[in-house]
């Protein structure tokens, strides 16, 4: 077992936009370094407003796409060694959960034959017996059973029901990693820490991390053990969640944490005041942050910040931050 379970590193995904001659290239995800490790399973939220890279991030980590730049080793494999890649066995280890779950069953199946296809199609259970058993159990976890769940289809459940089906289904191949995409961004609002509360039962329960993708940051600050933020597809703070939440060490991040505090709020961008987004500034090769920061000096408008380490875990790409690295 290597002892990152997840390595992103330098990773970079440029888009086109606007078509070919007139088109411009729109880096989405700009020179990405984080990393999650094997000995303990934690909860990684990335965190950032709309647009600034986290799908990108994550459906990298997927292999729903090629980074442009740089590489991601899931547990020692580089992605970069097609050769050694078996589609079955990353499916096993990595599962994907959703933002919107009644895209991810058929309207016209109904949900419990997608668990059982799930455990039986990827062989983890031999036999119609065993993957009941198991079924049950990845439901029971969620709060649900098959006796509840079978024979039903989509639109029988609440959306909160079916995103825990949805996660019942992910459990099933016994992942080491989970992917979840704003998971409780469609769902009522008295139930999304329901669904976040199950994130932090079952890292424990099924030793498996978790990366949680979201714009609602109260939810993060709850569940994460460890907080990402993207700001115009760079990376611009991570550390443990509560240290950042506590007190933030990038002026963009402070700007956040100000704007955010009940849980089911979202960051509006007008919440935060920040104007519309602009894919020039994606493109800039300065600190991003520079033409709206409250800090800049001519140093942030000349070149972009490296890593500050602030202390054995935590780091910060700012010239200025806000608080000054552990000696
Ligand atoms: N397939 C694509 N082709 C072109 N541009 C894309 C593509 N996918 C994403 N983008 C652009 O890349 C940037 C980052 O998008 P991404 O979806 O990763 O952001 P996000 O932080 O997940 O946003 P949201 O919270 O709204 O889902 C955006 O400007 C988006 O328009």
Same mark, same amino acid.
């Given at each position: 077992m290597a002892d990152k379970l997840l390595e992103i590193k330098g990773v970079s995904k440029i888009f086109r936009v606007g078509g070919m001659i007139r088109g411009k290239k729109l880096v989405a995800v700009d020179d990405v370094t984080l990393s999650i490790d094997n000995d303990k399973p934690v909860?990684?939220?990335?965190?950032?407003?709309?647009?600034?890279?986290? /799908?990108? $991030?994550?459906?990298?980590? @997927? *292999? !729903?796409?090629?980074?442009?730049?740089?590489?991601?080793?899931?547990?020692?494999?580089?992605?970069?060694?097609?050769?050694?890649?078996?589609?079955?066995?990353?499916?096993?280890?990595?599962?994907?959960?959703?933002?919107?779950?009644?895209?991810?069953?058929?309207?016209?199946?109904?949900?419990? /034959?997608? $668990?059982?296809?799930?455990? @039986? *199609? !990827?062989?983890?259970?031999?036999?119609?017996?065993?993957?009941?058993?198991?079924?049950?159990?990845?439901?029971?976890?969620?709060?649900?059973?098959?006796?509840?769940?079978?024979?039903?289809?989509?639109?029988?459940?609440s959306g909160g029901e079916l995103q825990r089906v949805s996660i019942a289904r992910a459990l099933i191949t016994r992942p080491k990693l989970i992917i979840a995409d704003e998971p409780v961004a469609a769902i009522d609002a008295s139930m999304k820490m329901n669904i976040v509360n199950l994130f932090k039962e079952l890292k424990d329960k099924y030793k498996v991390s978790f990366i949680y993708i979201t714009h609602d940051l109260s939810t993060a600050y709850y569940v994460s053990d460890y907080i990402a933020t993207l700001y115009r597809g760079c990376l611009i703070e991570y550390g443990p969640a509560k240290e950042i939440m506590d007190e933030p060490a990038h002026p963009y991040t402070e700007l956040l944490m100000s704007a955010v505090p009940r849980i089911g709020d979202k960051w509006a961008d007008d919440d935060m005041a920040l104007p519309d987004m602009e894919s020039k500034e994606y493109s800039i090769t300065y600190c991003k942050f520079a033409p709206r920061c409250p800090y800049a000096t001519d140093e942030c408008r000349k070149s972009r910040p490296g890593e500050t380490y602030l202390n054995d875990v935590r780091k910060v790409m700012c010239f200025h931050p806000l608080i000054q690295p552990k000696k």
């Amino acid at each position: 077992m290597a002892d990152k379970l997840l390595e992103i590193k330098g990773v970079s995904k440029i888009f086109r936009v606007g078509g070919m001659i007139r088109g411009k290239k729109l880096v989405a995800v700009d020179d990405v370094t984080l990393s999650i490790d094997n000995d303990k399973p934690v909860i990684l939220s990335v965190v950032g407003e709309s647009g600034c890279g986290k /799908s990108t $991030l994550c459906k990298m980590v @997927l *292999r !729903l796409h090629n980074p442009d730049m740089g590489d991601i080793v899931l547990d020692g494999k580089s992605y970069r060694d097609k050769k050694s890649y078996n589609a079955k066995q990353f499916k096993l280890e990595v599962q994907p959960i959703f933002q919107n779950p009644y895209e991810s069953f058929s309207a016209r199946k109904p949900v419990d /034959s997608y $668990l059982f296809n799930t455990a @039986l *199609r !990827l062989g983890i259970a031999k036999n119609k017996a065993e993957a009941t058993n198991l079924v049950d159990d990845a439901l029971k976890s969620v709060g649900l059973s098959l006796a509840v769940v079978q024979g039903k289809y989509p639109t029988q459940f609440s959306g909160g029901e079916l995103q825990r089906v949805s996660i019942a289904r992910a459990l099933i191949t016994r992942p080491k990693l989970i992917i979840a995409d704003e998971p409780v961004a469609a769902i009522d609002a008295s139930m999304k820490m329901n669904i976040v509360n199950l994130f932090k039962e079952l890292k424990d329960k099924y030793k498996v991390s978790f990366i949680y993708i979201t714009h609602d940051l109260s939810t993060a600050y709850y569940v994460s053990d460890y907080i990402a933020t993207l700001y115009r597809g760079c990376l611009i703070e991570y550390g443990p969640a509560k240290e950042i939440m506590d007190e933030p060490a990038h002026p963009y991040t402070e700007l956040l944490m100000s704007a955010v505090p009940r849980i089911g709020d979202k960051w509006a961008d007008d919440d935060m005041a920040l104007p519309d987004m602009e894919s020039k500034e994606y493109s800039i090769t300065y600190c991003k942050f520079a033409p709206r920061c409250p800090y800049a000096t001519d140093e942030c408008r000349k070149s972009r910040p490296g890593e500050t380490y602030l202390n054995d875990v935590r780091k910060v790409m700012c010239f200025h931050p806000l608080i000054q690295p552990k000696k």
